[in-house]
């Protein structure tokens, strides 16, 4: 038989781990763009929407597109990307 201190030491174990693993899974952030493209790929760019990333590190600045190969990470400073967005955004 399992004695109660062997098992309020598992029960100790169980609840520190699970509150290690939790905690840093609510760190865990999602991908995002660490680099970002000046080059004009706007042709590869499918509908109608985007999103913007702020930098924090590992993290930079960053205006995301949809491709049919993923998401592009470019640079919200790029005039093509500005010409884009206002494209977009136009009612």
Do not use: H
Not at 31 to 56: F, L
Not at 66 to 84: F, M
């Amino acid at each position: 038989m399992v004695s109660s201190r062997s098992l309020l030491l598992l029960v100790c174990t169980v609840l520190v781990v699970g509150a290690i693993s939790g905690s840093d899974a609510r760190r865990q952030r999602r991908p995002c763009c660490v680099a970002v493209t000046r080059q004009d790929t706007s042709a590869d760019v499918v509908g109608e929407t985007y999103r913007q990333q702020a930098a924090t590190p590992p993290c930079v600045k960053a205006i995301i597109f949809n491709t049919e190969y993923g998401q592009l990470c470019t640079d919200p400073n790029a005039q093509w990307v500005k010409d884009l967005i206002v494209r977009m955004t136009r009612v």
